[in-house]
């Protein structure tokens, strides 16, 4: 016998936002790319908002480097793959979402499996700056609600988190870096939010690369390992799903 009922999960969500609302976002479609620090809390946390259909996108499987800040990462996960690990776990939330995996790199070989149009919201929580930078272009290219998350690593204070337009975020390296690059090629077809920090403290450990074995079949490869703490992915993660449900609302309410 079930002893819940997916009306009671959601209670105090139905009670902010409506039933209404709660039966139109149980119908919204978005895809997450990248379900590590940040990507893992966001999935999480839209689940529990009443989000029921997803897509997990990640190439790489849970290692012990993970733990400390992945939503699914812990000594029983280790070696899953992170898609399928999110998933499991997203399961145990609501039994009766819709979780897609797709454990898989996002690049120009393979962007056209996504399918970008057929989703009311797109998440970036990418890593690599080529796979970013592609998904930045196609992501405003369609009608889809797109946020993006710049650097969450060498930060520790939760109040210097920020959101505002990819053109105006200051303080943080990886958003300079996609902007230098974004001049010489083609500029995002539309504005989008990004959630940031202007911190940036410095490694006090070995940050030698300890890379996965899936990312170097991938040819994805760092220099550098740097420190991360889960307060601050997690922070990202739920602001990412903060801005998508507070999207939704204010168009339910309009």
């Not at 009608?143 to 969450?152: D, H, I, N, P, R």
């Not at 920020?162 to 010489?184: N, P, S």
């Not at 074995?213 to 889960?230: F, L, M, P």
Request: net charge positive; glycine share 6%; with cysteine.
């Amino acid at each position: 016998m079930q002893l819940w009922s997916e009306d009671k999960l959601f209670q105090r969500t139905a009670l902010m936002l409506g039933e209404k609302k709660m039966q139109a976002l149980a119908q919204k479609k978005g895809i997450i790319f990248g379900i590590g620090g940040v990507g893992s809390w966001c999935a999480e946390s839209l689940i529990r908002s009443g989000i029921r259909k997803l897509c997990l996108v990640d190439f790489d499987v849970v290692c012990e480097s993970n733990v400390n800040r992945q939503a699914h990462a812990s000594v029983n996960s280790l070696n899953q793959t992170k898609v399928i690990a999110m998933k499991n776990r997203l399961l145990e939330i609501n039994p009766l979402a819709e979780i897609q995996t797709m454990h898989e790199v996002f690049s120009e070989q393979t962007k056209e499996k996504f399918q970008l149009n057929t989703y009311d919201f797109i998440v970036d929580a990418i890593d690599s700056i080529e796979s970013k930078l592609l998904l930045i272009r196609m992501a405003t290219e369609t009608e889809a609600l797109f946020v993006s998350s710049m650097g969450a690593a060498l930060k520790m204070d939760p109040t210097r988190i920020k959101v505002t337009e990819f053109w105006k975020v200051h303080g943080c390296r990886l958003a300079y870096i996609l902007r230098k690059r974004i001049r010489k090629g083609q500029l995002p077809a539309k504005p989008f939010w990004c959630v940031y920090s202007d911190e940036l403290i410095p490694n006090e450990g070995d940050t030698s690369n300890k890379e996965t074995d899936a990312a170097a079949t991938h040819g994805i490869k760092k220099a550098v390992i740097n420190g991360t703490v889960a307060h601050i992915t997690a922070i990202f993660g739920f602001t990412l799903a903060g801005l998508i449900i507070q999207s939704f609302y204010q168009d339910y309410s309009e």
